[in-house]
């Protein structure tokens, strides 16, 4: 049974933010997001990780917000290739931007775990990706 409803989840996202740029954008904060949650894993102090928990649950909870971009911007501007259609420079980007500040979110993280970061720092790196999903939302409006 799990083979089938992946097989149609997989169909459904395929349809609904296409197989090129608005794919991609979204499985790279999923591929951001399952590295957060990969160094969270190693994380040994209680009160620490417990901070991390919450810094990811928030960044996690961003993720049908991601989709809902990603759908808007396959229906906004179809594009079957990585070539960013005239007019979705802008959601683009902040997508992009997005997924790239939860990459170094990870970095920050695992700074953290290692005993050579701030959790002042990760926090930082998690508010910057919420700023700039809602800079790619501003372009919708």
């Not at 969270?40 to 809902?68: C, F, S, T």
């Not at 695992?110 to 990760?122: E, F, H, I, T």
């Not at 919420?130 to 501003?138: I, N, P, T, V």
Request: glycine share 8%.
């Amino acid at each position: 049974m799990k083979l089938f409803k992946g097989r149609r989840r997989a169909k459904k996202i395929d349809q609904e933010l296409g197989k090129g740029l608005w794919r991609q954008a979204h499985d790279r904060y999923v591929r951001g997001l399952d590295r957060y949650h990969q160094i969270l894993e190693g994380v040994e102090d209680d009160a620490v990780h417990n901070e991390l928990v919450a810094i990811g649950d928030q960044l996690a909870e961003q993720l049908p917000r991601v989709y809902e971009l990603c759908r808007c911007g396959e229906r906004d501007f179809p594009a079957t290739e990585m070539h960013i259609p005239a007019g979705a420079h802008g959601l683009h980007a902040g997508l992009s931007r997005a997924a790239n500040h939860l990459a170094t979110t990870a970095e920050a993280e695992a700074m953290v775990r290692l005993s050579n970061g701030q959790l002042d720092s990760v926090r930082h790196r998690a508010q910057q990706v919420l700023d700039c999903l809602s800079e790619a939302e501003s372009t919708l409006s």
